[in-house]
Antibody, heavy 126, light 114 residues
Framework: QVQLVESGGGVVQPGRSLRLSCAASGFTFSSYGMHWVRQAPGKGLEWVAVIWYDGSNKYYADSVKGRFTISRDNSKNTLYLQMNSLRAEDTAVYYC???????????????????WGRGTLVTVSS | DVVMTQSPLSLPVTLGQPASISCRSSQSLVYSDGNTYLNWFQQRPGQSPRRLIYKVSNRDSGVPDRFSGSGSGTDFTLKISRVEAEDVGVYYCMQGTHWPLTWTFGQGTKVEIK
């Protein structure tokens, strides 16, 4: 079954850290880039970060740059988001989403976001 | 930064009637390879987002053909030919042209039944 399952959310105090995980199954994880997208309560979607299929490139939204780190372990089919110096405004449901597919010779641009997890809620509060 | 502006933000529709959502970008979404990376997503209440349309007008597998996407450059439209009860939710456009700097979502349009 092709799916993404996030975990690691919870309640954390401002300034503290949290690490989210996204377990992938049913597809060749190591051939796909991966994104994190978040949604504050009652608000819209905000792209957070992306990592290339091989981990060679990582990009972040300005709102999290310098505080969040995206990484992956292709041997474990798992994506991570390390969140440091958390703020109240980071409170949101965090989704992982599949990125573009890359073979050994080329990448299929435009195929991002075709698969999403159910999300994990992060609440930053004292 | 690219700004995506949707209208309307709220769309009450009668069952069986058509619906249309507009999405405008602050910059052209035509990429250097000639493609336009504009997606549409549906988020039903309490669910994760689901991609409906990619590259302006390509329907994802399993998406009913009452959904269609069109547009070019900076102006795009999602149309539902005949709204059904299961179509209730929030619809987002998203640009993926100006990567890797960012992927940008519109504010969302809430579709509800009158």
């Amino acid at each position: 079954q092709v799916q993404l399952v996030e975990s690691g959310g919870g309640v954390v105090q401002p300034g503290r850290s949290l690490r989210l995980s996204c377990a992938a199954s049913g597809f060749t994880f190591s051939s796909y880039g991966m994104h994190w997208v978040r949604q504050a309560p009652g608000k819209g979607l905000e792209w957070v970060a992306v990592i290339w299929y091989d981990g060679s490139n990582k990009y972040y939204a300005d709102s999290v740059k310098g505080r969040f780190t995206i990484s992956r372990d292709n041997s474990k089919n798992t994506l991570y988001l390390q969140m440091n110096s958390l703020r109240a405004e980071d409170t949101a449901v965090y989704y992982c989403a599949r990125g573009i597919y890359c073979s050994s010779t080329s990448c299929s641009y435009g195929g991002d976001f075709d698969l999403w997890g159910r999300g994990t809620l992060v609440t930053v509060s004292s | 930064d690219v700004v995506m502006t949707q209208s309307p933000l709220s769309l009450p529709v009668t069952l069986g009637q058509p619906a249309s959502i507009s999405c405008r970008s602050s910059q052209s979404l035509v990429y250097s390879d000639g493609n336009t990376y504009l997606n549409w997503f549906q988020q039903r209440p309490g669910q994760s987002p689901r991609r409906l349309i990619y590259k302006v007008s390509n329907r994802d597998s399993g998406v009913p053909d009452r959904f269609s996407g069109s547009g070019s450059g900076t102006d795009f439209t999602l149309k539902i030919s005949r709204v059904e009860a299961e179509d209730v939710g929030v619809y987002y456009c998203m640009q993926g042209t100006h990567w890797p700097l960012t992927w940008t979502f519109g504010q969302g349009t809430k579709v509800e039944i009158k």
